[in-house]
Every structure is written in C-alpha cells, then in structure tokens.
C-alpha cells in the first residue's frame, strides 16, 4: 500500500511542458476607422460605438513572412482618455491564436491569449504589441507572443 502511495507521488509531481514565447513583427498594414453617429473627427476624438479595425503582415525578426495580424477594436468611452475593447487573431501556418485586449490611449498594447486553433488550440497566455521608437503609426511593431504550459 506505501509503495502505491509512493508512485502517485512521484508521478503527480512531473513537470509541466515549458511554455512557448514567440517572437514576431507586424508591419505594412491597413487601416480602417468607422465613424457612428454622432459623427467625430476620426480616431483620435472617436465616441461610443466607433470602431477600428487594422491588419498587418507578421514576419520573424529575420524578416520571413509568417502570417497576418487581423484586429478590431470598439471604443466603449470616447474623448481624451478613450477605453474599450479589441479583438484579434495572429493567423499563421499552423494555426491562429486568438486575442483580447482593452483599448487605451496607448501605442503599446498587452492583453491575453484566449484560445486558438490547429497547433494553438486551447492556447492561453499573454500578448505585447510594442511599437519601435521613431516609427510612425506604430509600423513596425515588435509582437511577443507567451504562451503558457
């Protein structure tokens, strides 16, 4: 009976799988801001209900295209501190891990990795969008990528 009790100690100790961080750059995107009414001035004066949506080209740090970056966000709270939420998929080869983040009057961006699918099914861990020192409208961006065990 102690030698049993042993083994599921043993055994309910193993380590977990490391986690993944996957580093990338987005870069060369589009670029779309929808304006509800009451009209505004665009982005940057945008009011509840507006809406951005963007897409980038994902490369390697080495340059080598690797996927795309497809993302919309919805402004719940316009005006000088402007708040909402953004919703986003790193689509790859093998497979797409999917985002959420909230909006702030930010360039750089974190949030949580939701889920996925193909190889990143069920993925959970965090996201940063950093934006390079001197680039305008955030192009490139380092994207960091941490994927949890």
Do not use: W
């Amino acid at each position: 009976m102690l030698a049993g009790a042993g083994t599921l100690a043993v055994s309910g100790g193993a380590q977990q799988p490391p986690g993944e961080t996957i580093q990338l750059v987005s870069k060369s995107g589009t670029f779309k801001f929808i304006d509800v009414a009451p009209r505004g001035r665009g982005p940057e004066s945008g009011g509840a209900g507006d809406q951005f949506l963007f897409s980038a080209v994902l490369t390697t740090r080495a340059g080598k295209r690797v996927g795309r970056l497809d993302a919309r966000c919805t402004i719940t709270k316009g005006g000088a501190k402007t708040s909402g939420v953004c919703e986003g998929v790193y689509a790859l080869a093998e497979g797409d891990i999917h985002l959420l983040a909230r909006l702030k009057p930010e360039d750089d961006v974190t949030g949580a990795v939701v889920g996925g699918t193909g190889r990143y099914a069920g993925a959970r861990g965090t996201f940063g969008s950093k934006d390079r020192p001197g680039d305008a409208n955030g192009d490139p961006s380092d994207e960091t990528i941490t994927l949890l065990p």
